[in-house]
């Protein structure tokens, strides 16, 4: 599906919307992505592949962290990109562990200081902050987790000022939302 068969339009309180700008069949894929970022939970991790997501019980481990694990080589090396900057920041907080949203921004981070394929229709600037309806006390939560961030990235960020003007941290946390497969 090319987006030029979909327009994204404003949705007042509810962020961005996208359209059908010609009538689609039933069941017609119109738009696929993969995910701008995404992290496996603490909890799935030595049984999930990072890159493919897949279950799997006997997963490669990454030799450097050895805490990423892959399907194969194929997925090691196509995942090695984006992992090689998480795995010397997990690395150089052994033995901690960050939480699932601390490496899932970090993700974000490093996605947004880097030159990256620009999304034909969504960009993570386009994402709707919820900031304005947080209690002050998950407020004070987000900027305890901004703290964490900055610990767990300082190997591979050493200064805030190495980050893009446009990158808030807080508005980072505020527009993330963490999922999971339960």
Known sequence: MEPARLEKFPSPGRGSGLRALKRAQPGELLYRAE??????????????????LRRNERLLRCSQCKIARYCDTRCQKEAWQEHKRECKCLKSIEPNFPPDSVRLVGRIVFKLVTACPSEKLYSFSDLQSNIEELSEEMKEGLRHLAQTLQLYLRVEIQ???????????????????VKTDS
């Open 159 to 177: 200064d805030a000022f190495q980050l893009v003007p446009a990158i808030d941290i807080f508005q980072i946390f505020a527009k993330v939302s």
């Open 35 to 52: 995910p701008f970022a995404c992290t496996v939970t603490k909890q799935r991790l030595g049984g999930v592949c990072e890159r493919c």
